[in-house]
């Protein structure tokens, strides 16, 4: 059964390549149209923190797509190809980082929960799959311990769960915050109806990527748990 589960994970792996190159595609094609408006990414992003009584800092950040709101600093981080743009997708990615600023800021329900889970998940993505190879090689090896080997694997099998519990929840968030950037662009006048459906396609692509790591993480939960259960003995 093993060989499915590795080819399923093959499967999203591949298309999560593509969709990443998705991203990039639809954000280099719209990064080529100038709103109408000529507002910057990094300027419509102070704006829009100015309108919601926000004093947070809004900084230029190397590379490309490494956009990002930081809680813990409070920082919104726009990277050079949106901060000095006045493109449309420059305009989508800024507007959707300051939805993630509102998040915060109201104490999105989701988001709060995504920032409790998020150490488990980091501590389950890192030692989980170890847990279960190393229970399994336990029941293998010392065959006087019952189902210790077993209760291992299960435990690294749980820890890996919360990693993709933390991608589950990171995705209402993701939506959440790109219908609050659409919202804030059209109330704001920033983008025109017709330069709408590029920002809608270059955050949709967006998302997708979210999906397939959900979507990976779950066929891996998958896998662990046909591994732990070799562990178990009869």
């Keep these: 059964m093993d060989y499915i589960y590795l080819f399923l994970l093959l499967g999203v792996m591949l298309l999560s390549l593509i969709a990443q190159g998705r991203v990039q595609r639809v954000f280099n094609k719209y990064a080529q149209v100038p709103s109408r408006s000529g507002v910057t990414g990094a300027r419509l992003a102070e704006e829009l923190l100015y309108r919601n009584g926000i004093n947070f800092p809004v900084q230029a950040v190397s590379g490309s797509l490494t956009d990002h709101f930081d809680p813990k600093n409070q920082v919104v981080g726009l990277s050079e190809p949106v901060y000095g743009s006045s493109s449309v997708s420059a305009l989508a990615v800024a507007a959707h980082e300051i939805g993630h600023v509102l998040q915060y800021n109201e104490d999105y329900g989701p988001m709060r929960l995504r920032s409790v889970i998020l150490p488990a998940a980091n501590i389950g993505c890192r030692i989980g799959p170890y847990l279960v190879l190393g229970g399994l090689l336990l029941s293998y090896l010392a065959r006087g311990t019952g189902n210790a080997g ?25 939506f959440n915050a790109s ?33 397939l790591a959900a979507l990976g993480s779950f066929v891996t939960v998958l896998r662990l748990l046909s591994i732990a259960g070799r562990a178990r003995r009869r």
């Excluded at 059209?186 to 809608?200: N, T």
């Design 150 to 174: 077993w209760y291992i694997a299960l435990v690294g099998v749980g820890l890996y769960v919360m990693m993709l519990l933390f991608q589950l929840i990171t995705l209402p968030v993701e």
């Design 179 to 211: 219908k609050r950037g659409l919202s804030m662009l059209v109330d704001g006048g920033y983008l025109e109806e017709d330069e709408l459906p590029g920002a809608k396609k270059m955050l949709r692509a967006a998302a997708m990527t979210y999906v």
